[in-house]
């Protein structure tokens, strides 16, 4: 092949590649629509309705609402407001540093926090039923094991037991 037939070769390639990446559909373009008549697509009679949870997180040795779990409660309780229910369950829990009692203590002012909030965003307070469960059922498992002492000054285990900190709050369906 001489060099004249190799330049028209790699030409014609380069020209097919170009028209292929342009004319090629984008994933990101929306489809051009087109001129027949859309179908109309059955609309349910009652949206499904799941189990309705929310976890809110707190801060070491607090039951203050942080503004993004008071954020997420909010839109909670304006769900849970539009659903059949017979009540909420509200459930306080604590990480495993300190004593049974004071953990105790602790989660029931999680819960209680989180109840009033609930309350305050519209929720009936017959509705909803809080708990303390202290550092019972515990989320992180053994992944917070042979971190150091287990007191306040460890920072490394404070942060990992963070998901043990939390208030979970279940919508139990009406019968």
């Not at 926090?113 to 809080?130: D, Q, S, T, Y």
């Not at 059922?137 to 042979?146: H, K, L, P």
Request: include cysteine; proline fraction near 6%.
């Amino acid at each position: 092949m001489n060099p004249t037939q190799r330049w028209t070769v790699v030409g014609v390639i380069v020209l097919i590649i170009a028209l292929l990446w342009l004319f090629w559909p984008k994933a990101e373009q929306k489809p051009v629509p087109t001129k027949e008549p859309a179908v109309a697509q059955p609309v349910p009679a009652q949206p499904a309705e799941g189990p309705m949870t929310a976890t809110a997180l707190f801060d070491y040795n607090s039951s203050v609402l942080r503004p993004a779990e008071a954020a997420k409660l909010d839109e909670f309780a304006g769900k849970a407001k539009g659903r059949a229910s017979d009540r909420l369950d509200v459930a306080g829990y604590a990480d495993r540093i300190g004593s049974d009692s004071y953990n105790m203590d602790l989660s029931r002012q999680r819960a209680e926090a989180v109840r009033n909030h609930l309350i305050g965003k519209g929720i009936e307070a017959g509705r909803v039923r809080a708990e303390a469960r202290g550092e019972s059922e515990a989320v992180t498992g053994s992944a917070c094991q042979n971190m150091g002492p287990e007191d306040r000054s460890n920072r490394k285990l404070i942060d990992c037991l963070q998901r043990d900190r939390r208030v979970t709050v279940a919508l139990v369906a009406a019968r």
